[in-house]
């Protein structure tokens, strides 16, 4: 690699971030699963209440907003962990997301946090890392999501309602 190219390379790279304990860490993830469980019920009772219904929950998405902060304070290792565990903590508790969902949002809220993680040490603002998380997250659900429509081993009964209502199914 050239001396202009690691110069523009270590120009991106931050070195003030400190290094967090496996204890802080630990917390981090727990605090964005109890957040990303949390927060989509509040926006339920708050939507219900002024009459909103969803609208609340599908124009802010709370679920995604504490995986991607996560990613970013925490690391992707933290952020990724967090991702998989929040639908799965929801639906355990909840009832939500719907069984047939849980393991797309688990894998879309993964990339989300892992994503996020890997752009913490990067300089750009935080919202360009928060919109560059939320575009390749969508991408995985989206890849993820075509995968399994051309995959043999499910049925047609299953999987295109699953995606009728995904962002990535074109409707």
């Known amino acids: 690699m050239s001396d202009s190219a690691t110069m523009s390379v ?23 699963i109890v957040a990303a469980v949390a927060l989509p019920q509040l926006f339920h ?30 690391g992707p290792a933290v952020g990724a962990i967090a991702g998989a565990a929040a639908p799965l903590a929801s639906f355990l508790l909840s009832g939500m997301p719907m069984l047939a969902m849980l393991p797309l949002m688990m894998v879309e809220l993964c990339a989300y946090g892992l ?15 928060v919109v560059i998380a939320q575009l390749a997250g969508r991408v995985v659900l989206c890849s993820h999501s075509a995968q399994a429509r051309r995959s043999p081993q499910h049925g047609r009964a299953t999987w295109p309602p699953v995606c009728r209502d995904s962002p990535c199914s074109g409707r």
């Open 45 to 74: 009772v708050i939507g219900a209440v002024s009459g909103q219904g969803t609208m609340l929950g599908v124009a802010f998405l709370p679920m995604h907003l504490p995986i991607i902060f996560v990613g970013l304070i925490a």
């Open 115 to 129: 994503v996020a993680g890997l752009l913490r040490e990067v300089k750009l603002p935080s919202l360009a890392k």
């Open 10 to 32: 270590r120009a991106l790279h931050r070195t003030d971030l400190p290094k967090l304990s496996l204890s802080t860490k630990a917390a981090a993830t727990v605090l964005a």
